[in-house]
């Protein structure tokens, strides 16, 4: 298989949902290659309220996504020569997804596995991966803790929580908000996070945490933080905590009528709009009107606006993040095979780190993996939430109106270097303590 240049992969429009290459189909059925990839996602739970609202919408973007990617990559794998095979695994629960991951691997000997939507799974998944040698694409999960681990096969497709500080950062400094108030979990992640956040104004400059308060998971009352966030003098709060706690902390908020607007910290779940109908309820005063997320359905540059229309003409639904994820993350393994001519982890994980390496996944030039942590270098985005939109969760038009791309971050200026602008966002090689 010939070899094709890293920067071929950088185009446009119907290319982009097609891999970009161009081969005889004659060619490509006299010898297919096979790549199967395994892609767990989970699905309803019925264990409670929470898990039935990550599993029902952000399982099924994911499920979706990788669904999308096959009816459309596998084709044009398939007259690239390669005979791709998408196997679909549901996996509501930690335990079930090693189930599924340790199936594809043992039995359906898969080259690379696609997930990490809910929690643990993408620590179980990845696990599994490594003990295979095989690849396994991080589409849900963005905890630093869990990249700090630094396992080698594993390439982390969704945003990492320092990405979306630094982003935060960037969206403050554009509203003119210098003094954050960080309201985040009594644990290690959410230490982690704080100094993450004080780290992130070090670098871009131009702001301070001038307070903070830590709450247990599933706190009720946060009268307490509330006094210290006026106390502290901040012009905006930070809620660094999980989905809804952070719908709750607003509430109280809004009735105890501090005048401080909130930022959120993007999770999975909180990047859907679902979630933003959901906040703009309950929280009508204090529900931010900007949001920082990894992918919009309202988004129509760079190829976006073909994706985003196919995806909602095939499920009905806006295109949310993880379908996003899923989907690219099953083109990038792709795109590489197609690229080495190899489906071999090792060759397949040189190719991902080659600093000659970006691929067309609908978001500009630059986009890459970074060597040193295995993040993908790329650009975030600030949604504007429409306060007044009407929300109707069985029409398309009015939930996809409830909210809008506004613009892109870093924001780009003429003359700069993609990677270099990209990289950015989360942590550089001077802070990362992985050794590949």
């Known amino acids: 298989m010939a070899i094709i240049t890293r920067r071929h992969f950088v185009a446009g429009g119907t290319a982009a949902l097609s891999l970009g290459l161009a081969r005889s189909a004659g060619a490509a059925e006299a010898n297919l290659q096979p790549l199967r990839i395994g892609a767990v996602f989970p699905s309803t739970s019925g264990q409670s309220v929470i898990k039935a ?58 080259h690379a596995l696609v997930g990490g939507i809910g929690d643990g799974q993408a620590e179980a998944l990845a696990t599994i ?21 630094c396992r080698r096969h594993t390439f982390h497709v969704e945003a990492s929580d320092a990405m979306y500080i630094d ?22 992640r959410g230490k982690a996070l704080l100094q993450r956040a004080k780290d992130a104004w070090t670098r871009l400059g131009g702001g301070q945490v001038v307070g903070s308060a830590a709450a247990v998971p599933q706190q009720t009352l946060y009268y307490d933080s509330i006094d210290a966030v006026t106390a502290s003098g901040a012009d905006v709060v930070v809620l660094m905590l999980d989905d809804t706690d952070q719908i709750g902390f607003m509430v109280e908020l809004d009735q105890a009528q501090v005048a401080v607007p909130v930022l959120g910290l993007p999770l999975a779940i909180t990047q859907t709009r679902d979630y933003i109908s959901a906040a703009r309820y309950d929280a009508p005063t204090t529900n931010p009107i900007h ?3 990894l992918w ?6 760079n190829g976006a606006g073909e994706f985003n229309d196919r995806y909602k003409s095939q499920y009905g639904d806006p295109a949310d993040p993880t379908a996003w994820s899923a989907f690219h993350a099953v083109k990038i393994m792709a795109d590489t095979v197609h690229a080495i001519g190899a489906t071999d982890a090792d060759a397949v994980i040189k190719y991902l780190e080659s600093p000659d390496t970006t691929f067309d996944l609908l978001k500009g ?20 939430v429409d306060e007044t939109s009407e929300w109707v969760r069985t ?42």
Not at 167 to 188: C, G, I, P, T
């Open 291 to 293: 949001r920082i997320a």
């Open 395 to 436: 029409s398309l038009d009015s939930r996809i109106k409830i909210a809008a791309f506004e613009s892109e971050l870093p924001p780009a200026a003429a003359g700069d270097d993609p990677t270099k602008r990209l990289d950015r966002l989360g942590d550089d090689a001077s802070q990362s303590a992985c050794k590949f």
């Open 167 to 188: 982003a935060l950062a960037n969206l403050s400094v554009a509203q003119k908000y210098s003094r954050w108030f960080v309201m985040h979990e009594d644990n290690a």
């Open 129 to 149: 991966a490594e003990k295979a040698g095989i690849l396994f694409f991080n589409v849900g999960e963005t905890s630093d803790v869990f990249r700090k681990t």
């Open 53 to 110: 609202t990550v599993n029902d919408i952000v399982g099924d973007a994911g499920r979706r996504g990788a669904t999308l990617a096959d009816s459309i990559v596998v084709d044009a794998a398939q007259k690239q020569g390669i005979d791709l095979k998408i196997l679909l695994s549901n996996a509501p629960t930690v335990d079930a997804a090693i189930r599924a991951g340790e199936r594809l691997v043992e039995v359906e000997k898969v």
């Open 365 to 384: 030039a630059g986009v890459s993996f970074r060597p040193w942590d295995h993040q993908l270098r790329q650009p975030l985005y600030v949604i504007r």
């Open 296 to 301: 919009d359905t309202t988004m129509t540059a």
